[in-house]
């Protein structure tokens, strides 16, 4: 069972436009979200972080939305280029004193057009 | 900036054999996490270790084992190596885990098992 959900799986735009990407999760104890830009056959790079405590985080052409009552947070890339084009994973995970281990979503494959 | 660093970064075996790889955290990184990712999938969680203790243990068959050194290096051992073992296998580190959440991923190691 996902327990982060994300959509869509995949997402074709042209070079300047807004790709929203969504993520759902269930689990309440959830208090850290970020999101990863992975290339193919490297590693996740970090691109933007949220807590709950807060509804918008904006980093650059980074936005990510959270709602916490509805338990969904998203990505907005502004401006899009073709070198964003790339996977994107939402993540979350728990407060832990001795670290915590990231639940992925199942990743968005973006294109951007030129 | 020092980046988390993996070895080997490829490795190719047969089946029923064994591997290593080695993680080599961020400086001052105290936990260390293990991710492997199957084509076109999201990332899973293995094992993590701060300050050289087990601190959280996911989906890791017992065919593999882990551990953390005094250097705050990590080793994935896998033995009796199967066909579906073939994957990404990340290493992510930390500081300060509970106090800072980030996780930095490594390159990774390409295992493909014959």
């Known amino acids: 069972q996902q327990q982060v959900k994300q959509s869509p799986q995949s997402l074709i735009v042209q070079k300047g436009g807004i790709p929203i990407i969504n993520c759902a999760y269930e689990?309440?104890?959830?208090?850290?979200f970020p999101w990863y830009q992975q290339f193919p056959g490297k590693g996740p790079a970090l691109l933007i972080a949220i807590r709950p405590d807060v509804s918008e985080k904006k980093e650059g052409r980074f936005t990510i939305s959270f709602n916490k009552s509805a338990k969904q947070f998203s990505l907005h890339i502004m401006d899009s280029q073709p070198g964003d084009s790339a996977t994107y994973f939402c993540a979350a995970s728990t407060k832990e004193t001795s670290g915590s281990r990231l639940t992925f979503g199942e990743g968005t494959q973006l294109t951007v057009n030129p | 900036a020092a980046g988390v660093i993996q070895s080997p970064r490829h490795l190719i075996k047969e089946k029923r054999e064994t591997a290593t790889l080695k993680c080599y955290p961020i400086p001052r990184h105290d936990t260390v996490y293990w991710y492997q990712q199957g084509p076109g999938q999201d990332p899973q969680f293995l094992i993590s270790f701060y300050e050289k203790m087990q601190s959280d243990k996911g989906s890791i068959p017992d065919r593999f084992s882990a551990q953390q050194f005094s250097d705050y290096h990590s080793e994935l051992n896998m033995s009796s190596l199967e066909l579906g073992d073939s994957a990404l296998y990340f290493c992510?580190?930390?500081?300060?885990?509970?106090?800072?959440?980030?996780?930095?991923f490594g390159p990774g190691t390409r295992l493909t098992v014959l």
């Open positions: 689990n309440t104890a959830f208090d850290y």
């Open positions: 992510a580190s930390s500081r300060l885990a509970g106090v800072s959440d980030t996780q930095y």
